[in-house]
């Protein structure tokens, strides 16, 4: 895999595929801007060496089609407040608007287009769109590791359309840790949780041969909990990956690994509530109840496992954190990734949120931008996206 650095840009027209994909409130500001903080070293770098820019980045899940709810403007106006130069925001992805902006660009420019996920040959990886934004494109940089666990056209189809590929800095720094837990200090404890459990559970079995703890929270729990045929009222399951939960279940038992569920749960009548109807341990749980968090002894089993480690990966978290009466469950077991001996990595935007109201950001060794990316990058050892810079 190139690096940026390695390269000549000057005069080149850059095509740089980033992670832009921050939090919006409902007046379309942007809450948190994190991620266009940490694309700035590569931008900056490109910029400095007299590249002509095209940024390129998702927001959102819109099905394939424009929504205004999801544009790309806001960051437009506040990438250009950081670096303190004009950004040119392209009103579509691909077609004639774009390609005349991309033809306007000189040394120093920036265009911005928008949302890649507006166009349906995002995540299909469609050719013709991969080349379509390749047109012109002298050199395809990829720094949008959280999204780098996506086959999509603008994070791997492009790059077979681009004569000169390679890594961004965020990129670069985020193999570099990610790569200390491939190979991790023993013990290695893995905890997982949060809601995208769709995307997770299928990686998990990879985690399989490298984890001698795996602390299972959150909504993913309660996939785990069907696959065993227990019911869990009310609770955010995913009931087409019992199966693969089941196998994930019967594999650590055979390798041995302590694959750990709650002990105890934190119920509520809804999410909206915002109020703990009860503590119970075991399921099933009332047909009108769900789990928001785990309970008391759940936090003190997995503080102990977690007290012992060497190496600590965190991605997803615990309970519905964001309502306080659900958070206690996240924010302990926050403090003792922070509080232990260890070397640890937690990845996820809700993560991050989490560990950031937990208060101890600071003492974790590796905060990641990405959340299933860093899962799937620790679990297979590489990435679709990572893949497709590695072209001899
Ligand atoms: P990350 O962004 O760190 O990768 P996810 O997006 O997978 O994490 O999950 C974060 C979300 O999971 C949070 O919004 C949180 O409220 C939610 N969550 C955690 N536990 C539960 C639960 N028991 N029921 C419903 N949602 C949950
Ligand atoms: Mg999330």
Known sequence: MKFVE???????????????????????????????????????YLLGRGAKLILASHLGRPKGKPDPSMS?????????????????MAP????????????????????????VRFHPGETKNDDALA?????????????????????????????????????????????????????????????????????KIPVIE????????????????????????????KSLVEPEKTDIARGILAKSAELGVNFLLPLDHVLAASIESGRVEAVVEGLPFPADLMGVDIGPKTVAAYGAVIAQAKTVFWNGPLGVFETPAFAEGTVAVAKAVAEANAVSVIGGGDSIAAVAKAGVTDKITHVSTGGGASLEFIANETLPGIEALERP
């Open 206 to 233: 990879n985690l399989l041969r490298k984890a001698d703890h795996i602390l299972i929270g959150g909504a993913m729990a309660y996939t785990f909990f069907l696959a065993q045929g227990k019911t869990a009222g």
């Open 6 to 44: 390695e390269l000549d840009v000057r005069g080149r027209t850059v095509f740089v595929r980033v992670d832009f994909n921050v939090p919006l409130n409902d007046k379309g500001e942007i809450r948190n801007e994190t991620r266009i903080r940490a694309s700035l070293p590569t931008i900056q």
């Open 131 to 199: 080349s379509a934004l390749a047109e012109g494109v002298d050199v395809f940089i990829n720094d949008a590791f959280g999204s780098s666990h996506r086959a999509h056209a603008s994070v791997v189809g492009i790059a077979a359309h681009v004569p000169v590929i390679a890594a961004g800095y965020l990129m670069k720094k985020e193999v570099e840790y990610l790569r200390r837990v491939i190979h991790p200090a023993k013990p290695f404890v893995a905890v997982l949780g949060g809601a995208k459990t769709e995307d």
């Open 72 to 88: 790309l403007r806001p960051v437009a106006r506040r990438l250009g407040e950081l670096l303190g130069r004009e950004v040119v």
């Open 92 to 115: 579509e992805v691909v077609g004639p608007d774009a390609a005349r902006l991309k033809a306007g660009l000189g040394p120093g420019g920036v265009l911005l287009l928008e949302n």
